[in-house]
């Protein structure tokens, strides 16, 4: 049942801007939410290459929209879950987590919130929340799970 919610989500999301392609200006039809994730990802490959500034100034034009797209449409796990990990990359612990647990609330198993919630919980000296976290996570057969498992024992993820 999951995989077939997740086969309409992609296809909706990929039929959803499909009438950008071949356009030169097809980031200005995309989401907020969209520009986001790209900014993040853009922003994690910056800290790979530990380039922090540039990192940062993704990661906080990327809460800047996941804000904007949360308050047209409020309650997605997702955003929510975006939101959380800027947040707490920009070093706000306190409200990241409260994303998280936003998040949480609306889709208990989200894979990407329980990962990053962990990771928090780790961060923050809480290993026995981080391990109810991946605990969330150990029959999902997931690289969320390995990623945190890692984290957890204190191993460095290529990802993170």
């Not at 980031?27 to 986001?36: F, L």
């Not at 797209?69 to 409200?95: H, Q, V």
């Not at 962990?118 to 390995?146: F, M, P, Q, S, W």
């Amino acid at each position: 049942m999951k995989k077939i919610i997740l086969t309409l989500f992609v296809t909706l999301m990929l039929t959803g801007n499909s009438h950008a392609a071949g356009s030169s200006s097809s980031s200005s039809s995309s989401s907020n939410y969209d520009k986001a994730v790209k900014l993040i990802k853009s922003a994690k490959k910056y800290e790979q290459k530990e380039k922090t500034d540039k990192a940062k100034k993704n990661y906080e034009k990327a809460q800047k929209l996941l804000i904007k797209s949360n308050d047209k449409n409020p309650n997605n796990a997702d955003t929510l879950n975006y939101l959380g990990f800027t947040t707490r990359k920009l070093g706000d612990y306190e409200n990241g987590e409260k994303y998280y647990l936003q998040g949480l609330a609306i889709e208990p198993n989200h894979k990407g919130i329980n990962e990053y919630l962990g990771e928090l919980y780790v961060a923050t000296n809480r290993h026995n929340l981080a391990i109810e976290r991946l605990e969330v996570l150990k029959n999902c057969n997931c690289e969320e799970y390995d990623d945190l498992k890692a984290i957890i024992a204190g191993e460095k993820v290529s990802k993170y």
